[in-house]
């Protein structure tokens, strides 16, 4: 008897949860505006209107499902090589074989929030504002913060730590750099942080209309096109810490590093601490820097590194190695430098059709899905995308130290 009652009650109880969530659907379907597709498409544009570096950098998609932790291949332009051409044999057939870079999909973004009774009835445009919007935002910082995140991969650099770029020749450094590293001259861009943004607007160079020959260079306070960037503001830039290894006073190789290695120990005679991904350093005898491609441990009064790009000559054990200090990392790069994957997310398992949509436009695909919370007896509104960030050539974007 007890289980008869009991099975009774369950099935009731399912009967009453079932209605709770017709009379749920009933109240989102009241709203013309404010179904799962509406707000989508609201959100994917607040998005492409609002973020930053997403703009800038490549994009790759593709409308087959994925999940967080997936792997995908992303294609990367071909190489070619310019020859003469000689009469007496004719043209050099090359193969045009794009190589391809591995991007895990590594972060589900997610916004989810409560709604009221009084915000189902607000029009979409109204809705958008107070809430829409908020929580794009939020998934906008996210994405601008893993791509400034990408500094990481970048060996090369001009200015000075700790000085803010506040000066034309600074800019022309990051040109000449960019140039030595034959950076295609269209497309490219400087996003830069708030103080070397300000120090760089106080310029002539930068705010007066003869120079720029835009007066919405002025009246926005935007940096517009100079010296052959597209000049951009990102609250998001990133500020390198080199970890905490105690250097006293320089480090050196303990054994000899080959050309082509990527693979180097430093010493020193009481070394402990972490080395950090990101961190710059040079090798005596060698100009050009180089860069930790992961985090390190010291044991044992040294600390063994994974370095790019691979060493360009022999090292004798001994060099000295020198690091280059903390610094904010603005950057200037091309759009091929640095990519933003990202993947439609599948229909969540247990709701209706009509409780869900998945949008997608350029290159960027947002999933919005309304519920019911029955534990806390509320709407839900959540939205959330599926992305990875890959740098691909290295040698296409530059530091800006500041």
Do not use: W
Request: aromatic share 8%.
């Amino acid at each position: 008897m007890k289980s008869f009652a009991r099975k009774a009650r369950f099935k009731e109880e399912g009967e009453t949860n079932m209605k709770k969530m017709k009379l749920n659907l009933q109240r989102f379907a009241g709203n013309d505006f404010l179904t799962p597709m509406h707000v989508a498409r609201e959100a994917l544009m607040v998005l492409k209107n609002n973020t930053v570096m997403s703009q800038l950098v490549s994009r790759d998609y593709d409308s087959e499902f994925a999940e967080v932790g997936d792997t995908v291949m992303v294609r990367r332009p071909a190489n070619f090589e310019v020859d003469l051409f000689d009469p007496a044999t004719g043209i050099k057939i090359q193969n045009a074989v794009e190589g391809k870079v591995p991007v895990v999909l590594d972060s589900i973004l997610d916004v989810s929030f409560g709604i009221t009774s009084k915000e189902l009835s607000l029009s979409i445009s109204d809705f958008s504002k107070q809430l829409i919007e908020p929580a794009v935002m939020s998934i906008e910082q996210a994405i601008d913060e893993k791509i400034c995140r990408c500094y990481e991969d970048i060996p090369y650099f001009v200015g000075t730590p700790g000085n803010t770029p506040a000066s034309v020749a600074a800019i022309t450094a990051v040109r000449k750099e960019m140039n030595d590293n034959k950076v295609p001259m269209a497309g490219r861009m400087a996003v830069l942080d708030t103080a070397a943004d300000a120090k760089l607007l106080e310029l002539d160079a930068f705010n007066s209309v003869g120079h720029t020959g835009e007066t919405s260079a002025i009246i926005n306070a935007q940096l517009g096109r100079k010296f052959g960037f597209d000049f951009y503001m990102d609250q998001n830039i990133c500020k390198h810490e080199n970890g905490n290894l105690s250097v006293t006073p320089t480090m050196k190789l303990s054994a000899i590093v080959s050309a082509d290695s990527n693979v180097a120990t430093f010493t020193d005679g009481s070394l402990t601490g972490k080395i950090k991904k990101g961190t710059i350093f040079t090798l005596a005898g060698d100009s050009r820097p180089y860069v930790v491609m992961k985090d390190a441990d010291a044991a044992g009064n040294s600390v063994t590194v994974q370095f790019y790009p691979a060493a360009r000559q022999t090292f004798a054990a001994n060099t000295v190695v020198t690091l280059v200090k903390d610094h904010t990392a603005s950057m200037a790069f091309h759009r091929n430098a640095f990519t933003l994957v990202t993947r439609p997310l599948a229909k969540p398992l247990g709701v209706a059709d009509s409780q869900y949509a998945i949008i997608s436009d350029g290159g960027i695909s947002i999933r919005v899905v309304f519920d019911y919370d029955v534990k806390l007896k509320r709407d839900i509104c959540s939205l959330d995308l599926l992305c990875g960030v890959k740098t691909m050539i290295p040698e296409l974007a530059c530091r800006i130290l500041g």
